[in-house]
T-cell receptor
Framework: SQTIHQWPATLVQPVGSPLSLECTVE??????LYWYRQAAGRGLQLLFY??????ISSEVPQNLSASRPQDRQFILSSKKLLLSDSGFYLC??????????FGSGTRLTVV | QKEVEQDPGPLSVPEGAIVSLNCTYS??????FMWYRQYSRKGPELLMY????GNKEDGRFTAQVDKSSKYISLFIRDSQPSDSATYLC????????????FGTGTRLLVSP
């Protein structure tokens, strides 16, 4: 069966520090991968998606970047965090027609 | 105008009530419709999936799609406190990359 792992679960980082969130998927090959951010009380904002190794599409201009160094690994990064980067970050895999499977999320607080 | 509109709630009901959650959308090309449930501090999980129009039932949950009105609903019968969560609708077309478009979610509170 397919599983998705996301870590860490919680992160508190100072403004200006770097960020690296990792997501891995097991049990499937060449998945479509997604990074979402969910601000408190707000909906899901799609940040990046990837259809293959090294292929990244950005949905919104921002302080973040994404990379896909391996088929089932998706990384969200920032060189210098801003207060506005705080939120709940979710990784997902799947297709629109079959639905997405989400990871358990990372709660990031930038202080 | 957003592609998908969803009342944020919160919607508060007593245990045992029938709950109706709704979304409206503007893109007539949407063909796949889903409902996700998200508990606090957790990732969303797929609850119901419907293709095109019609109803789908799964236990206490029924999903309805009315494409003529661009309106989808999720009904929960005999609601339980464990149903307290945020419910997000999602939908996509059957052409192109088919990214899911999500509603903002409705928070449901079921009191014992």
């Amino acid at each position: 069966s397919q599983t998705i792992h996301q870590w860490p679960a919680t992160l508190v980082q100072p403004v200006g520090s770097p960020l690296s969130l990792e997501c891995t998927v097991e049990g499937t090959s060449n998945p479509n991968l997604y990074w979402y951010r969910q601000a408190a009380g707000r909906g899901l904002q799609l940040l990046f998606y990837s259809v293959g190794i090294g292929q990244i599409s950005s949905e919104v201009p921002q302080n973040l970047s994404a990379s896909r160094p391996q088929d089932r690994q998706f990384i969200l990064s920032s060189k210098k965090l801003l207060l506005s980067d705080s939120g709940f970050y979710l990784c997902a895999w799947g297709t629109g027609t079959n639905g997405y499977t989400f990871g358990s999320g990372t709660r990031l607080t930038v202080v | 105008q957003k592609e998908v509109e969803q009342d944020p709630g919160p919607l508060s009901v007593p245990e045992g009530a029938i709950v109706s959650l709704n979304c409206t959308y503007s893109n007539s090309a949407f063909q796949y419709f889903m409902w996700y449930r998200q508990y606090s501090r957790k990732g969303p999980e797929l609850l119901m999936y419907t293709y095109s129009s019609g109803n789908k039932e799964d236990g206490r949950f029924t999903a309805q799609v009315d494409k003529s009105s661009k309106y989808i609903s999720l009904f929960i019968r005999d609601s339980q406190p464990s149903d307290s969560a945020t419910y997000l609708c999602a939908m996509t077309t059957n052409t192109g990359f088919q990214k899911l478009v999500f509603g903002t979610g409705t928070r449901l509170l079921v009191s014992p």
